[in-house]
């Protein structure tokens, strides 16, 4: 499953396995650039980081620190 999937107006950003969510750097209304982290998982000791696939605007994040996704889980939304 990609990791993003983008429509017109906006980027569902997802989860690439199935981990703990250590932390949240961005929120709701925060500008971002392509690249910076939005959130941080956790597995196996690991860190994952997911981050925006493009400029824009997190229009919704679905995730809170030690909440648990799967693969294929929308962590946040991005608009351009």
Same mark, same amino acid.
């Given at each position: @499953?990609?990791? !993003?999937?983008? #429509?017109?107006? @906006?980027t !569902?950003?997802? *989860? %690439?396995?199935? =981990?703990?969510?250590w932390?949240?750097?961005? #929120?709701? &209304? =925060?500008?971002? *650039?392509?690249?910076?982290?939005?959130?941080?998982?956790? #597995? @196996? /000791? @690991? %860190?994952? $980081?997911?981050? =925006?696939?493009h400029?824009?605007t997190?229009t919704?994040?679905?995730? *809170? $620190?030690?909440? /648990?996704?799967?693969? &294929?889980?929308?962590? =946040?939304?991005?608009?351009?």
């Amino acid at each position: @499953m990609p990791l !993003w999937v983008r #429509s017109a107006a @906006m980027t !569902w950003v997802r *989860a %690439e396995i199935t =981990a703990n969510v250590w932390q949240v750097r961005t #929120s709701v &209304g =925060a500008r971002v *650039a392509d690249g910076d982290e939005l959130v941080i998982l956790e #597995s @196996m /000791k @690991m %860190e994952i $980081p997911v981050t =925006a696939p493009h400029d824009g605007t997190v229009t919704e994040l679905h995730v *809170a $620190p030690e909440d /648990k996704v799967t693969e &294929g889980d929308v962590v =946040a939304v991005v608009e351009p």
